[in-house]
């Protein structure tokens, strides 16, 4: 029965020590996030007009929608909690 | 966040919103209020302080505070209006079948029993009235009755709304949609206004926006019936005495208080192109909008500043009035 005790003792012990170690192994030869990282960066990136000055914002006065006013003044449309009211007679 | 409750009272749907703390009992008191004005105003209830001072033609009647001051004010619109306005009119509402209440003739299918009298009597002026201010009292001239309707309708919407204000800090309230808000929502949006296609009232037109003030509208397509071969609707012209002939199918007016805009809407939509110089040559606080036989909106220079551009047309808002 001691033998049994022993036996299992080492076999628990010898099978943690190869787990361990197997894992080690297995994290050490797995591709790094890193790695995936840097081949992506090395695709070209999209290129950006440079933004217009912001006066240009304030003062257009046109349909096009870049020359619109940065802080509109036309309110805020919704259609929520106090969009019930309606008129047309009664 | 805007609470609401909705229900029915003047023969319409009343609609009232708050936000606050305090907004359900201020909604709760304000019910109770334009029901309690309901049995005062009303033509159609024979107990209101309204019918019984019809009753009493030719006689001096003591009069409440209230319905002097709705008797004064239908005075001056009389006058503002050279006559268009006119709260006189009832006999000739009765003549063409309007002598009960609109759900009471939707129940008889919309039909409207012919005058028992040949020809249509004829009635005084409505300055004919003689109006005790310092005592409150009232006498109105033989064979008058008069009928406080809309601006009825208008003057409990301004007395309602300033009584919600008193426990939440933005409200709205709408009778048959003469809204009037005050106050701002403190989420920073304006008000919003579905204004219904005359046509068709499940469409809407377009939405109109509001940050605080009245809006009020007239229709020749809402109240009517037919009486013998005839369609009639409840917009009496007092220069022919019969349903109007308009231009427009309706008119909306924003204004800073009902009772103007559910006045002026009236007229508006009465007077048609011919009189609205006449009628807007002193009222420059009025905007209005309206719509004609095809659906087109025109109105005031500056009546795009309440409407939506985005608003798409023909939208149908289905919530049933």
Redesign the interface.
């Known amino acids: 029965m001691k033998l049994v005790k022993i036996g299992l003792r080492v076999w628990i012990t010898i099978a943690s020590v190869f787990s361990f170690v197997g894992g080690w192994i297995m994290l050490v030869h797995a591709p790094k996030p890193y790695q995936s990282f840097q081949q992506d960066a090395n695709t070209a990136l999209p290129t950006l007009e440079p933004l217009p000055p912001l006066s240009q914002f304030v003062f257009g006065d046109d349909n096009n929608f870049q020359n619109q006013p940065m802080f509109n003044t036309q309110p805020r449309q919704r259609f929520g909690s106090n969009s019930f009211f309606r008129t047309g007679g009664s | 966040?805007?609470q609401?409750i909705e229900f029915r009272s003047m023969?319409?749907?009343i609609?009232l919103?708050a936000e606050g703390p305090r907004a359900i009992d201020g909604m709760q008191a304000t019910k109770m209020f334009i029901e309690e004005c309901e049995q005062r105003f009303s033509r159609f209830l024979p107990a209101s302080e309204l019918s019984a001072l019809n009753r009493s033609a030719g006689e001096w009647v003591t009069v409440s505070s209230d319905l002097m001051d709705m008797l004064q004010l239908s005075m001056n619109y009389y006058f503002e209006t050279k006559g268009i306005f006119d709260p006189s009119i009832l006999t000739e509402l009765k003549w063409i079948g309007y002598d009960r209440s609109m759900d009471d003739i939707r129940i008889n299918n919309g039909r409207a029993p012919l005058p028992r009298a040949s020809k249509r009597a004829s009635r005084p002026a409505f300055h004919e009235i003689n109006l005790d201010l310092t005592n409150c009292r009232v006498r109105l001239p033989y064979s008058m009755e008069i009928d406080l309707g809309g601006i009825a309708?208008g003057w409990i919407v301004d007395k309602a709304a300033h009584m919600l204000h008193l426990y939440a800090p933005a409200c709205?309230v709408?009778?048959?949609?003469?809204?009037l808000f005050i106050g701002h929502?403190e989420?920073?949006?304006?008000?919003?206004?579905?204004?219904?296609?005359?046509r068709d009232?499940m469409q809407?037109l377009c939405?109109?926006?509001l940050?605080s003030g009245a809006?009020?509208?007239?229709?020749v397509?809402?109240?009517t019936w037919s009486q013998g071969e005839k369609v009639r609707h409840h917009l009496i012209d007092p220069r022919t005495g019969e349903s109007a002939r308009t231009d427009w199918l309706?008119v909306?007016v924003v204004t800073p208080d009902a009772i103007t805009a559910e006045v002026y809407?009236k007229v508006i939509l009465i007077g048609g192109e011919g009189e609205l110089s006449n009628l807007l040559r002193n009222r420059q606080d009025i905007t209005f909008i309206a719509v004609d036989p095809n659906g087109n909106l025109l109105g005031s220079p500056n009546h795009k500043d309440f409407i939506?551009?985005?608003?798409d047309t023909n939208l149908s808002?289905g919530?049933p009035?």
């Open positions: 966040m805007i609401s023969n319409t749907t609609m919103a309708k709205g709408s009778a048959g949609g003469d809204i929502p989420d920073g949006f304006d008000w919003d206004v579905f204004l219904e296609d005359p009232s809407m939405q109109l926006h940050s809006v009020a509208t007239s229709s397509m809402k109240r309706s909306t809407a939506y551009e985005s608003t808002i919530v009035h």
